[in-house]
């Protein structure tokens, strides 16, 4: 369940928030560097698991967060 992501939780609440236009631009800033972040995350994971995609990742970053790792273990449960 989505829900249970702490992440997405956080995400959820800062969607109440009332910003002015400066603050509404710095989360936008924020979010979508978190985004690269999980981008990352899941391009490394995947290419771990499936080396065979890294031809279609040539921008990949190394990734060190580790936001969906509870997500990952779940998954990997299940391979």
């Not at 969607?15 to 990352?40: G, P, S």
């Not at 969906?68 to 273990?73: C, G, P, Q, S, T």
């Amino acid at each position: 369940n989505y829900s249970n992501i702490s992440f997405i939780q956080q995400l959820n609440k800062d969607l109440h928030k009332e910003l002015n236009d400066e603050e509404l631009q710095q989360q936008l800033v924020l979010n979508i560097a978190f985004i690269r972040e999980l981008a990352n995350e899941i391009t490394s994971e995947a290419t771990q698991i499936f080396p065979g995609l890294k031809e279609h990742v040539p921008e990949m970053q190394e990734s060190n967060s580790s936001y969906l790792k509870d997500v990952f273990a779940q998954l990997e449960s299940r391979l």
